[in-house]
């Protein structure tokens, strides 16, 4: 059975950093990339970061440029997303996604199709 499970979420204080998991188990082959949203409270999902697990390049939203890296494990189909200097902003939901095909819709919804069931990272002051 195909399903992404995220770890490593919880409380920070500002400042401060967290490391989330994400391992897609049940996938016989490969995801072309994939990636880190994010849901704040009362707001809309939004793109955090992706990367493409062949060539490896990585894509981020603005707002976490030069504070968060995402990475690819050892173990196929595994990827962290290690957050620095958080800020309360970062605050949310966050949710790990697969793509299966080649898409160039890395920072949209669209472009992926495989979802987990999001895990929480908060932020104090």
């Known amino acids: 059975q195909e399903q992404l499970v995220e770890s490593g979420g919880g409380l920070a204080q500002a400042g401060g950093s967290l490391k989330l998991s994400c391992v897609d188990s049940?996938?016989?082959?490969?995801?072309?990339?994939m990636g880190w949203f994010r849901q704040a409270p009362g707001k809309e999902r939004e793109f955090v970061a992706s990367i493409k697990l062949s060539a490896g390049n990585t894509y981020y939203t603005d707002s976490v440029q030069g504070r968060f890296t995402i990475s690819r494990g050892n173990a196929k189909n595994t990827i962290y997303l290690t957050m620095n200097s958080l800020k309360p902003g970062d605050t949310g939901v966050y949710y790990c996604?697969?793509?299966?095909?080649?898409?160039?819709?890395?920072?949209?919804?669209?472009?992926?199709?495989?979802w987990g069931q999001g895990i929480r990272v908060t932020v104090s002051p």
């Open positions: 049940g996938r016989t082959f490969s995801n072309y990339a």
């Open positions: 996604a697969g793509a299966t095909r080649p898409t160039t819709y890395l920072a949209q919804f669209e472009g992926y199709n495989n």
